[in-house]
């Protein structure tokens, strides 16, 4: 019994290096394939999710300049979580998105369990064949104004949402690439 304690406890304790320190000052710029099925569904997930509203969200299409100014990948090829001053790719972009959700999506971040190359390789692949598998789309899920508010571009985006922006472009924020051995 104790081997299953600890494995649940495993599953739903989300280690704290995945998480900012400080939610309420560290935004959390989901930058994703606008056009992607897959990663729609992901930002649509996201967005059901996560109640506190930690996650911010950019079509990548929408939003070159941004991905340029900070150093990040432009060719679509992953998804960009940018917090505070680092940003993310591959699977640690999307463990540390999982990691910002309500319970029990939270849970997901577990696959930080599984080696970053080999949770690399994996989400690469995917990646690869994602329009092919799920297909595209120019048209997305009608935004509500609560939605709308998370998204850059739209005038409904906070105050606070719209400075950590304006400070990424502007070079306010140094952001760097992370280093994998932050897990």
Do not use: W
């Not at 394939?33 to 997930?45: I, Q, R, T, W």
């Not at 696959?111 to 994602?130: C, H, N, S, T, W």
């Amino acid at each position: 019994t104790y081997a299953i304690v600890s494995l649940i406890r495993l599953i739903v304790t989300v280690p704290s290096t995945l998480i900012p320190e400080d939610l309420t000052k560290t935004r959390s710029l989901l930058m994703y394939d606008g056009v992607c099925n897959l990663c729609n569904g992901f930002v649509n997930f996201v967005a059901d999710h996560d109640e506190n509203h930690s996650v911010i969200f950019g079509a990548q299409q929408d939003h070159i300049e941004l991905l340029e100014k900070i150093g990040a990948p432009t060719d679509l090829s992953t998804l960009i979580l940018v917090q505070g001053d680092k940003f993310y790719l591959y699977s640690e972009a999307a463990l540390r998105t999982f990691a910002l959700l309500d319970q029990p999506y939270r849970s997901l971040a577990v696959g930080y369990v599984v080696p970053e190359f080999i949770r690399d390789a994996v989400y690469k692949q995917v990646a690869l064949y994602r329009y092919r598998i799920f297909g595209r789309s120019e048209k997305c899920r009608t935004p509500d104004p609560d939605f709308k508010s998370r998204f850059l571009g739209y005038d409904a985006l906070s105050d606070e949402d719209n400075k950590f922006v304006q400070d990424v472009m502007v070079g306010a924020h140094q952001i760097t690439k992370s280093s994998s051995s932050e897990f």
